[in-house]
T-cell receptor, first 113, second 114 residues
Framework: AQSVSQHNHHVILSEAASLELGCNYS??????LFWYVQYPGQHLQLLLK??????LVKGIKGFEAEFIKSKFSFNLRKPSVQWSDTAEYFC???????????FGKGTKLSVKP | DTGVSQNPRHKITKRGQNVTFRCDPISEHNRLYWYRQTLGQGPEFLTYFQNEAQLEKSRLLSDRFSAERPKGSFSTLEIQRTEQGDSAMYLC????????????FGSGTRLTVV
């Protein structure tokens, strides 16, 4: 079955700490992976995406993610978080041929100033 | 504003009533998706349109749910005989056919069934 799992429900960090949010996927076929972010009171926004090629993908706002095929993982990283990174982060993978996505349950990130 | 617009933002309805939500995608986007998000969960796919054709429906979309996209522009999602379990945030997203996965999401319609 196709699935995307995020292991951390809520992560609390202090400003300047490094961030790594876990994401594992489980499905065959073409691997397309995404990270979306939802800031408080705002709509979901695309942070970055992996289709093929370089497994280290850089996104907006200093975020990056690494696709590790052997571990079925696509973890999101940021070297130094800011208070403004407080948001909920969703990992997603390709759900089918028509473009629908399968989302993980999300990880809420709280950054303390 | 050239984003995806959803109306209403909030809807409170009594169990058994019908409700309809509207989504206006970005004008040049030919793909439109509906998702549902409940508390503590990520968005779950409901249905997908390419232009006016509804090409895929999730098993979550029971026969009480219907979606349309007349003329390939705006879309409506109707829920008939609402149940408390329908309470959720209903999200609309749109994209270009060539922009796989690069959705633009709307802010959603929060439905509360009392």
């Amino acid at each position: 079955a196709q699935s995307v799992s995020q292991h951390n429900h809520h992560v609390i960090l202090s400003e300047a700490a490094s961030l790594e949010l876990g994401c594992n996927y489980s499905y065959g076929g073409t691997v397309n992976l995404f990270w979306y972010v939802q800031y408080p009171g705002q709509h979901l926004q695309l942070l970055l995406k992996y289709f093929s090629g370089d497994p280290l993908v850089k996104g907006i706002k200093g975020f990056e993610a690494e696709f590790i095929k052997s571990k079925f993982s696509f973890n999101l990283r940021k070297p130094s978080v800011q208070w403004s990174d407080t948001a909920e982060y969703f990992c997603a993978g390709r759900g089918g041929s028509q473009g629908n996505l399968i989302f993980g349950k999300g990880t809420k990130l709280s950054v303390k100033p | 504003d050239t984003g995806v617009s959803q109306n209403p933002r909030h809807k409170i309805t009594k169990r058994g009533q019908n409700v309809t939500f509207r989504c206006d995608p970005i004008s040049e986007h030919n793909r439109l998706y509906w998702y549902r998000q409940t508390l503590g969960q990520g968005p779950e796919f409901l249905t997908y349109f390419q232009n006016e054709a509804q090409l895929e429906k999730s098993r979550l979309l029971s026969d009480r749910f219907s979606a349309e996209r007349p003329k390939g522009s705006f879309s409506t999602l109707e829920i008939q005989r609402t149940e408390q379990g329908d309470s959720a945030m209903y999200l609309c997203a749109s994209s270009l056919r060539t922009e796989w996965g690069g959705y633009t999401f709307g802010s959603g319609t929060r439905l509360t069934v009392v």
